[in-house]
Structures are given as C-alpha cells and as structure tokens.
C-alpha cells in the first residue's frame, strides 16, 4: 500500500539520502486534483502525467520547483538534525505560531521561515549548493509576521527575495 510507503519514509529514510528532490511516481498519490505533492524530499506525481510532468520539470517553472524542494531538503538535513519527523513538527509548530485562524490565514503558511527562505532563495541558481544555515534565523525568521504579510501580501514571492 502506498500509505505505508509514505509513512514509512518519514520515519526510516533521512533527509541526507537524497541530495536532490526526486521525482517519484505513484498510482494513488496525490488525492484530489494536484499536480504533485511533496513529502520527504520527494516530488510525488500520478504515473500516468509521467510524459506532462517531465516535460514541465525541464522547463523554468519546473526548476524552481525542484530548487524550492531541495531546499527544504537541505533544511531538514541542517536545521532539524537530518530527520523529516523533526523537521515536520517544527514545520508544524512554525505555521501555528502564524496564527492561521487569524485573517489572512495564508499568512500562517507563506511567513513559515522555511518557506520565506525557499520562495527567496528558488530562482537563485546554485543557492541550493551553496546553502547557509545562518540565514533561516538571522534573516528569514520574521519578527510580526501577520502584519509584515498583510503590508506585502500582493508581491509576496517578491518581498522576500528582498530580504
Ligand atoms: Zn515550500
């Protein structure tokens, strides 16, 4: 069963295993009508886009969203001690700390550090090379976060490549 397989990856496999995201394809997986969905360094896709989602990964777009993945990749491997179960409760607790009752609830999700840091760093050829721990902290954690979205929300991806 292919529940068990993504299980089974959050808790036998390491984010240190792979040093890309890969592309992974399954029967079941995702539900509903996305294209793809991440888990554990992987991008998961229906088998039957196999030729649609290769085409799509070759081009820009699709780069950024492999460069976007691998740096929570290299999140999880440097800023939650090389384990998924550690990164995704932190992950976790980042977007309850984003209030995401409190309007606008996507804010909740956009001002994770972990994601402000990869939407700044997903165009920047090569960021996911040369990664810097420093950063997630000193610059992508923000401070007021509901209010510093509310102030940017309609340039977000742009904002934070200012940061
Ligand atoms: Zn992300």
């Known amino acids: ?14 984010p240190s295993d792979i040093f890309d995201a890969e592309l992974l394809p399954m029967k079941h997986f995702p539900w509903w009508d996305y294209t793809f969905m991440m888990w554990c360094g ?3 896709y229906k088998e039957d886009m ?9 081009m820009s777009s699709g780069k950024k969203v492999i460069r976007h ?6 999140q999880a491997e440097n800023q939650a001690g090389d384990s998924w179960v550690r990164y995704y409760w932190r ?9 995401p009752i409190v309007h606008p609830a996507s ?6 550090p972990f994601e402000v840091e990869a939407y700044a760093l ?23 976060r509901k209010q510093t979205y509310r102030d940017h929300r309609e340039n977000w991806k742009d904002y934070v490549k200012t940061l």
């Open 1 to 14: 069963m292919e529940i068990i397989t993504l299980i089974k990856m959050l808790f036998t496999s390491k």
């Open 42 to 44: 992987r991008i998961i």
């Open 50 to 58: 196999k030729a649609v989602i290769e085409r799509f990964m070759r």
């Open 69 to 74: 993945e691998t740096l929570h990749l290299r």
């Open 91 to 99: 992950y976790l607790v980042e977007w309850i700390r984003g209030n």
């Open 107 to 112: 804010s909740a999700y956009y001002t994770i």
């Open 122 to 144: 997903e165009e920047i050829e090569g960021a996911e090379l040369y990664y810097d721990t420093n950063l997630l902290k000193s610059k992508y954690t923000l401070e007021n």
